[in-house]
C-alpha cells in the first residue's frame, strides 16, 4: 500500500530527445507528487511536483503528466540535455499542503549522450 | 538564505562506536526529516521531527538508532554500536509544509 514504484531503472537518451520516467501508486491516500534530481555524491534536489487536482504541470523543460484514476505520473524531460545526466526520483506523500513522510520510488539513471 | 546544513559529510567509524549527524534545517522550517539511502537504491524515511518531539518514527530501526530535535541546536541522529550494515548516506530534509529540501548527506563509512 504505501509503495511507489519507478520505471526504467536506467535510460539512455540523445541529446535533444525526450527523456520519460513513470511511476505508479498504489495508495490512493497519497496527495503530493514531487520529483527529485540527485548528481552523485549529492543531496536530491526538488525539481518540480504536482498535486492531483491537475493532470499536468509544465515548469521550463520540465513536465509532469499525472493519471488519478490509473494511479499513475511520469516525468518528461524536453529537449534533454548532458547537464540532466543524473539520477531521478519519484515520490509521494499524504496530506498535501502539510508535513508528511516521503515515499520514494528506487530512481532511474538517466544519461543524455551527445 | 542557507540551505539544509549536515555535518560531517563523511564519517568513518568502526564496528562497535558510535555515530552522531547533525542536521541544521533552512530559516523558517519547523519540520525535520531524516532518510537513508543504501548504494544503488532510492531514499528510505526513518523519522520525522519537530522542535522537541518526535512525530514519526515508523522507519527507525527499534534498536540502536535515535534522533532528537532539541528546541535549540541541529537536529542529531544517532547509531549506536555500529555495524557494516549501517554504512549509507543519511540525508536530513527540512520542509515549511510539503516540499521537503534535502541537504547535502552524511556519508557513513563502517569499517
Known amino acids: 500500500q504505501q509503495q511507489v514504484k519507478q520505471s526504467p531503472q536506467s535510460l539512455i537518451v540523445q541529446k535533444g530527445g525526450i527523456s520519460i520516467i513513470n511511476c505508479a501508486y498504489e495508495n490512493t491516500a497519497f496527495d503530493y507528487f514531487p520529483w527529485y534530481q540527485q548528481f552523485p555524491g549529492k543531496g536530491p534536489a526538488l525539481l518540480i511536483a504536482?498535486?492531483?487536482?491537475?493532470s499536468e504541470k509544465k515548469e521550463g523543460r520540465f513536465t509532469i503528466s499525472f493519471n488519478k484514476s490509473a494511479k499513475q505520473f511520469s516525468l518528461h524531460i524536453m529537449d534533454s540535455q548532458p547537464g540532466d545526466s543524473a539520477t531521478y526520483f519519484c515520490?509521494?506523500?499524504?496530506?498535501?499542503?502539510?508535513?508528511?513522510?516521503?515515499?520514494f520510488g528506487t530512481g532511474t539513471r538517466l544519461q543524455v549522450t551527445l | 538564505n542557507a540551505g539544509v546544513m549536515q555535518n560531517p559529510r563523511h564519517l568513518v567509524r568502526r564496528r562497535g562506536q558510535e555515530a552522531r549527524l547533525r542536521c541544521s534545517p533552512m530559516?523558517?522550517?519547523?519540520?525535520v526529516y531524516w532518510y537513508r539511502q543504501l548504494p544503488e537504491e532510492g531514499l528510505k524515511f526513518m523519522v520525522y521531527l519537530q522542535k522537541e518531539n518526535i512525530i514519526d518514527e515508523s522507519g527507525m530501526p527499534k534498536e540502536r538508532f535515535s534522533a532528537e530535535f532539541p528546541k535549540e541546536g541541529p537536529s542529531i541522529l544517532r547509531i549506536q554500536q555500529v555495524v557494516r550494515g549501517d554504512s549509507a548516506a543519511y540525508f536530513c530534509?527540512?520542509?515549511?509544509?510539503?516540499?521537503?529540501?534535502f541537504g547535502p548527506g552524511t556519508r557513513l563509512t563502517v569499517l
Open positions: 515520490a509521494a506523500s499524504f496530506m498535501a499542503g502539510t508535513a508528511s513522510k516521503l515515499t
Open positions: 504536482i498535486r492531483p487536482d491537475v
Open positions: 530534509a527540512s520542509s515549511p509544509t510539503d516540499e521537503q529540501f
Open positions: 530559516k523558517g522550517h519547523s519540520h
